[in-house]
């Protein structure tokens, strides 16, 4: 009998199956530039952002099918809310103690960490300059994509009206011209600052000389003024619509999209969009209405890509990382603070940087600290959002604004 020959076991490229690691790798990213900054870290966000647009408009393409349900939006935003919110409301209660001893040890009055903490329960962290940033600066994302859910059923009901590719194509150009119109308003009439632009940009070797403008006196803890503008989802919305395009493209031809999307060559050509969008850092103030869309489009193409390679070649590595990615959202919530706090520490023990083994072995040291004890938080974050009191948390919360509001029928 002759031997059957031996093939070699691939994985059939699917976008959907690489979505995970992505946003494992995004999540890695942002906790190390949260320890060490200076770097292309923050960049992140915008995976998270292109896959938000993704997952929601596939989901609902796929229940949207003959024989299927109608979407009730109603049912969609309590589910929704309730995946984010209570882990979110924990996080905030827990961190409060870590503001305070931060303030402490910055010398700044401690009033501000319990206003802050009452701002970001309330989702209004963003419209003030005055509390972003610090140790739990990363909570300005929630508000965000809680905005980017509230206008979604607008942006899908124009996918399903013009559900061609013609009125596709139509949506991102309007969505692309809405983000640039909004952020050129932002920098040129507000003073805006993007998120993450004042001391990170794309490495440390390439100073910038570039800066926001500096010509509206400062009022009432920032309103409105420097990063306030881009904490709201008109700054982002093409990049969240970049994701529902890719989820329409799927559902029309999951085949022909997967090879075209997953290929060396594609690979290369998101490298290659996403360095033209750090330069776009450099170019001048005009550069950052346009290089967050142009980042986030280059970078999720060639992220994509080292899924679908690490998935046929290093499958180990594939599948961590894919574990990470599912945890994502946990360890946003809970990493900054420690992330934050030892990095301090580290500065203080290695006055002069990293000038010896032992300075290397206490930067070493406080890094895996600040990795075990996010870990730690993301789990217990994890175990409580399965519990029956974050269901009844969440309800009682919305049964009162229930009785306080009027809802209209959606």
Known sequence: MAAIPRTRNRSVANVL????????LAILWIFLVHFQGGWFGWQGVHIFIVLSGLGLTYSCLTKAQPGQRSIQWKTWFLKRFRRILPAYWIAIILSLPLLVAFQMVLGEPLWIAPVRSILDLLLLTNVFEAFRGGATGAFWYVPFIIGAYLIFPLLYGWLKKFSHWKGVLSLLLITMAIEFLYRAIALYW???LPISYDDQRFLDIFPSSVEPLDRLPDWFFGFFQRRAPFGFIPSRIAEFTLGMVAAFALMQNRHRVNRLLLNPLAGIVGVGIWLLGQALLYVGLWGWIFSDFV??????????????WLQQGIPQVFRAMTYVGGCSYYIYLTHQPFARGLRGVEMILNEGGILSFTDALVYGLCLGLAAVFSVIATLVLMKFDQTK????LFDRVFAVIKTNTYVPKL
Do not use: H, R
């Open 17 to 24: 199956d690489l979505t995970d690691f992505c946003k494992g």
């Open 190 to 192: 507000l003073d805006g």
């Open 295 to 308: 980042i986030a489009t280059g970078l999720i193409l060639w992220t994509l890509n080292l899924a679908y």
């Open 389 to 392: 009191f974050a269901d009844g």
